[in-house]
């Protein structure tokens, strides 16, 4: 018998109890490990490859066996396939399979003995005999929401949905343009694979997009049992949703990235809704890509992967390109039209080099908007619509400076800016949380005249609210929405016609449906065309393509609504393509780039990344961990290890940071030299070169 530990003092591998009878695979156990009880789960044996091999140092004779404390019988196993998932994952993304299938698992699932357990199922059955008699009803509540019709599909809906029928399992992206419904090609897929008897699993990018998406779902299915997994719920509710899908009561999973980890045992379909959101990838512990094992699972388990995006992803649009120019791993489906007859908001490229030489650069200081946006928000006003002000900074401005001395606001713990808050006169942290009141004259040469420098949404509603006047501005970024339930009233305020102009942040600009709105523009956004990370090109489009796509959504003003773009480089092909609503050339142009210098989806990623007291000890660490590389082989193994440097964040709360990328066509040879070099990294970890945390990162998302 094999059971999976949580990573302790390098017991990362299975290590082996006694029993009294056999014990099925996947089943939860209570052992003693050390002076505590903890939970394992019996591990199938290992099929073919090994993802953690047994550490000989800690094989145990027989006769010292330890007896197991106790089974956890009233569950049911998890199946074969779970602790495959599992496994390939642990192997892929380089950590213990131990530490990975007990994280994933519901904390509470973990602290339960055998007794409590009995309980929570005995509660849950209650639960749902009342659901049972309580669904009903429900129906007819006086003053419920009016249920939608369900519509009858568009000519591109019909065509989607054909392909999907007829083509089985596998990996699929549906390309579908902002508005052109694709949640309703999800519901529709959903509805064939529950009249089939099994389960389908949902996948949204964030906790914020899950109540309309959930409020959908339970309307077009009243007789079905859904429920969702993410970060928003309680512990107790994350275990009672996790164990109704694992029992197999729940029909339908919504969740976000967590949830491609739930025991399903009837799954039937997988549906990834903005696939391209780099929020599928986890960014500690297991660095795992929600979206990647989702095409893994569906793969193992022969059931469609639905992956759904206006800016897919340019790995996934390489992998839906047929071969030899992609991988044509995937089919592609498209849906190049709006419902109704709405055409997409003409793009307008504003530029800025003009706009400052025909009013001066003191206009554009005092309000960072042209003119003519000036005038045509003021026209929108005027005509009772909607429109929204995208600027991706929060706060007032994001930093303050003496102009006598040359001070500026930096956090005393990072190398960044302290943002200024007006609204509570605070400096604040964006990356350490560090926060102060402002000081009233400069800390270094005591002039009281110290001023913002640039701008933030704060500044933006404030300035905006002075040049229209009467207009009903309202914000919506991570700062106004802090309180619970505050984000779902400040939209509600939206979609009611309580706003004139909205300005916010790159959480306003997705999936949202405002059916008033004819304007969107864009106040800066160059800054993503010089990053030095090479996947801010592909964030940037998307940001801009999905913000147009709020606008003009309803067919009956489809014709008038714009998306204005403010730029010193109106020139950037980047911006021609957006102009063009033109994803496929955008696609071809950024892959043709990463295909020149050896990038992603060409070439396969990871990044060594340490966290130390000084930075030449973070170094010193990674240029060992290099040096180990080598000795292994790296260059014959094709695979490059480049040299250690500094993060583009090089300290956070006083802890400094470093990265080493390691490169290669070959994912094989990549994942073989991970495998071996990783548990030799500890060793390096001594003396100059001690560091606090050490992490690999698997297909880094950010570099
Ligand atoms: P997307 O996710 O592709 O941006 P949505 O799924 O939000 O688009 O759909 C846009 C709007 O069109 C929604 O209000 C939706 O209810 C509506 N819609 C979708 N399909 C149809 C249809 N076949 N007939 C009428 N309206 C539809
Ligand atoms: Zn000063
Ligand atoms: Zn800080």
Same mark, same amino acid.
């Given at each position: 018998?094999?059971?999976?530990?949580?990573?302790?003092?390098?017991?990362?591998?299975?290590?082996?109890?006694?029993?009294?009878?056999?014990?099925?695979? =996947?089943?939860?156990?209570?052992?003693?490990?050390?002076? $505590?009880?903890?939970?394992?789960?019996?591990?199938?044996?290992?099929?073919?490859?090994?993802?953690?091999?047994? /550490?000989?140092?800690?094989?145990?004779?027989?006769?010292?066996?330890?007896?197991?404390?106790?089974?956890? /019988?009233?569950?049911?196993?998890?199946?074969?396939?779970?602790?495959?998932?599992?496994?390939?994952?642990?192997?892929?993304?380089? +950590?213990?399979?131990?530490?990975?299938?007990?994280?994933?698992?519901?904390?509470?699932?973990?602290?339960?003995?055998?007794?409590?357990?009995?309980? $929570?199922?005995?509660?849950?059955?209650?639960?749902?005999?009342?659901?049972?008699?309580?669904?009903?009803?429900?129906?007819?509540?006086?003053?419920?929401?009016?249920?939608?019709?369900?519509?009858?599909?568009?000519?591109?809906?019909?065509?989607?949905?054909?392909?999907?029928?007829?083509?089985?399992?596998?990996?699929?992206?549906?390309?579908?343009?902002?508005?052109?419904?694709?949640?309703?090609?999800?519901?529709?897929?959903?509805?064939?694979?529950?009249?089939? =008897?099994?389960?389908?699993?949902?996948?949204?990018?964030?906790?914020?997009?899950?109540?309309?998406?959930?409020? $959908?779902?339970?309307?077009?299915?009243?007789?079905?049992?859904?429920?969702?997994? #993410?970060?928003?719920?309680?512990?107790?509710?994350?275990?009672?949703?996790?164990?109704?899908?694992?029992?197999?009561?729940?029909?339908?999973?919504?969740?976000? +990235?967590?949830?491609?980890?739930?025991?399903?045992?009837?799954?039937?379909?997988?549906?990834?809704?903005?696939?391209?959101?780099?929020?599928?990838?986890?960014?500690?512990?297991?660095?795992?890509?929600?979206?990647?094992?989702?095409? @893994?699972?569906?793969?193992?388990?022969?059931?469609?992967?639905?992956?759904?995006?206006?800016?897919?992803?340019?790995?996934?649009?390489?992998?839906?390109?047929?071969?030899?120019?992609?991988?044509?791993?995937? $089919?592609?489906?498209?849906?190049?039209?709006?419902?109704?007859?709405?055409?997409?908001?003409?793009?307008?490229?504003?530029?800025?080099?003009?706009?400052?030489?025909?009013?001066?650069?003191?206009?554009?200081?005092?309000?960072?908007?042209?003119?003519?946006?000036?005038?045509?928000?003021?026209?929108?006003?005027?005509?009772?619509?909607?429109?929204?002000?995208?600027?991706?900074?929060?706060?007032?401005?994001?930093?303050?400076?003496?102009?006598?001395?040359?001070?500026?606001?930096?956090?005393? #713990?990072?190398?960044? @800016?302290?943002?200024?808050?007006?609204?509570?006169?605070?400096?604040?942290?964006?990356?350490?949380?560090?926060?102060?009141?402002?000081? +009233?004259?400069?800390? /270094?040469?005591?002039?009281?005249?110290?001023?913002?420098?640039?701008?933030?949404?704060?500044?933006?509603?404030?300035?905006?609210?002075?040049?229209?006047?009467?207009?009903?501005?309202?914000?919506?970024?991570?700062?106004?929405?802090?309180?619970? =339930?505050?984000?779902?009233?400040?939209?509600?305020?939206?979609?009611?016609?309580?706003?004139?102009?909205?300005?916010?942040?790159?959480?306003?600009?997705?999936?949202?449906?405002?059916?008033?709105?004819?304007?969107?523009?864009?106040?800066?956004?160059?800054?993503?065309?010089?990053?030095?990370?090479?996947?801010?090109?592909?964030?940037?489009?998307?940001?801009?393509?999905?913000?147009?796509?709020?606008?003009?959504?309803?067919?009956?003003?489809?014709?008038?609504?714009?998306?204005?773009?403010?730029?010193?480089?109106?020139?950037?092909?980047?911006?021609?393509?957006?102009?063009?609503?033109?994803?496929?050339?955008?696609?071809?142009?950024?892959?043709?780039?990463?295909?020149?210098?050896?990038?992603?989806?060409?070439?396969?990623?990871?990044?060594?990344?340490?966290?130390?007291?000084?930075?030449?000890?973070?170094?010193?660490?990674?240029?060992?961990?290099?040096?180990?590389?080598?000795?292994?082989?790296?260059?014959?193994?094709?695979?490059?290890?480049?040299?250690?440097?500094?993060?583009?964040?090089?300290?956070?709360?006083?802890?400094?940071?470093?990265?080493?990328?390691?490169?290669?066509?070959? +994912?094989?040879?990549?994942?073989?030299?991970?495998?071996?070099?990783?548990?030799?990294?500890?060793?390096?970890?001594?003396?100059?070169?001690?560091?606090?945390?050490?992490? %690999?990162? %698997?297909?880094?998302?950010?570099?």
């Amino acid at each position: 018998m094999l059971v999976a530990l949580p990573r302790h003092s390098g017991l990362d591998a299975p290590l082996d109890y006694l029993s009294d009878g056999p014990l099925p695979e =996947g089943s939860l156990v209570r052992v003693p490990l050390g002076r $505590r009880i903890v939970t394992g789960i019996v591990w199938p044996a290992e099929g073919g490859q090994t993802a953690a091999p047994p /550490d000989p140092a800690c094989a145990v004779a027989p006769a010292e066996l330890r007896p197991i404390a106790e089974r956890l /019988d009233a569950l049911p196993a998890l199946d074969a396939r779970w602790c495959a998932l599992v496994r390939f994952a642990a192997a892929y993304y380089q +950590r213990s399979v131990g530490e990975l299938a007990l994280t994933v698992l519901p904390g509470d699932l973990r602290e339960l003995d055998a007794a409590q357990l009995q309980r $929570r199922l005995k509660r849950l059955a209650k639960g749902l005999a009342q659901d049972a008699t309580r669904s009903a009803p429900q129906a007819v509540v006086p003053g419920a929401p009016a249920v939608p019709p369900v519509p009858s599909l568009s000519e591109d809906q019909q065509t989607v949905l054909a392909a999907l029928a007829a083509g089985g399992p596998g990996s699929w992206l549906l390309h579908g343009v902002t508005g052109s419904g694709k949640t309703e090609v999800y519901l529709r897929a959903a509805e064939r694979c529950l009249a089939e =008897g099994r389960q389908a699993l949902v996948l949204v990018p964030e906790i914020n997009l899950t109540p309309q998406l959930e409020a $959908r779902f339970a309307q077009r299915f009243p007789g079905r049992r859904l429920v969702s997994l #993410h970060s928003g719920l309680t512990p107790a509710q994350r275990l009672q949703h996790w164990l109704a899908a694992h029992l197999g009561q729940a029909d339908l999973l919504l969740g976000t +990235r967590m949830a491609v980890f739930a025991s399903l045992p009837r799954l039937g379909l997988i549906v990834v809704d903005e696939e391209h959101d780099p929020s599928y990838k986890q960014q500690e512990g297991a660095r795992y890509s929600a979206r990647d094992l989702a095409v @893994w699972r569906g793969r193992q388990a022969g059931v469609p992967v639905l992956l759904g995006s206006a800016t897919p992803s340019l790995e996934s649009w390489h992998n839906a390109t047929p071969a030899p120019e992609g991988t044509g791993r995937y $089919r592609r489906l498209a849906m190049p039209r709006r419902i109704g007859a709405g055409g997409l908001p003409t793009v307008r490229l504003i530029d800025l080099q003009q706009v400052e030489a025909r009013h001066g650069r003191r206009a554009l200081q005092a309000l960072p908007l042209a003119p003519e946006l000036l005038e045509a928000l003021r026209a929108r006003v005027a005509r009772g619509e909607q429109s929204f002000v995208l600027l991706n900074r929060r706060g007032y401005a994001p930093v303050l400076h003496c102009s006598n001395c040359g001070w500026k606001s930096g956090c005393p #713990h990072c190398s960044a @800016w302290r943002v200024f808050h007006k609204v509570d006169r605070s400096l604040r942290c964006h990356h350490c949380g560090f926060a102060e009141r402002v000081p +009233r004259a400069c800390p /270094d040469c005591g002039d009281p005249d110290i001023q913002p420098l640039g701008r933030g949404t704060e500044r933006l509603e404030e300035q905006l609210a002075a040049q229209l006047p009467g207009a009903r501005i309202a914000r919506i970024d991570a700062d106004t929405t802090r309180a619970k =339930g505050s984000l779902e009233r400040q939209l509600a305020a939206v979609h009611a016609g309580e706003v004139d102009v909205l300005v916010g942040t790159q959480m306003v600009a997705k999936g949202h449906d405002f059916r008033r709105m004819t304007l969107v523009a864009a106040v800066n956004a160059d800054s993503a065309l010089f990053s030095s990370d090479f996947r801010a090109p592909e964030r940037l489009f998307a940001l801009l393509l999905q913000a147009a796509g709020r606008a003009g959504r309803d067919a009956a003003q489809a014709g008038c609504s714009e998306m204005w773009v403010q730029t010193w480089h109106p020139s950037h092909p980047l911006y021609a393509a957006l102009a063009a609503h033109d994803y496929e050339a955008f696609a071809a142009s950024q892959l043709a780039e990463r295909r020149a210098a050896s990038l992603p989806p060409f070439a396969c990623l990871a990044l060594l990344r340490a966290e130390a007291r000084s930075q030449d000890a973070a170094l010193a660490f990674l240029h060992a961990a290099a040096q180990e590389a080598q000795d292994l082989g790296a260059a014959s193994l094709g695979v490059q290890v480049y040299p250690p440097v500094p993060a583009a964040l090089q300290r956070v709360a006083n802890v400094e940071r470093a990265q080493m990328l390691l490169e290669s066509a070959q +994912r094989p040879a990549l994942q073989r030299l991970l495998a071996a070099w990783l548990p030799r990294l500890q060793a390096c970890n001594q003396g100059e070169a001690r560091v606090l945390r050490w992490a %690999v990162d %698997v297909d880094p998302q950010a570099i």
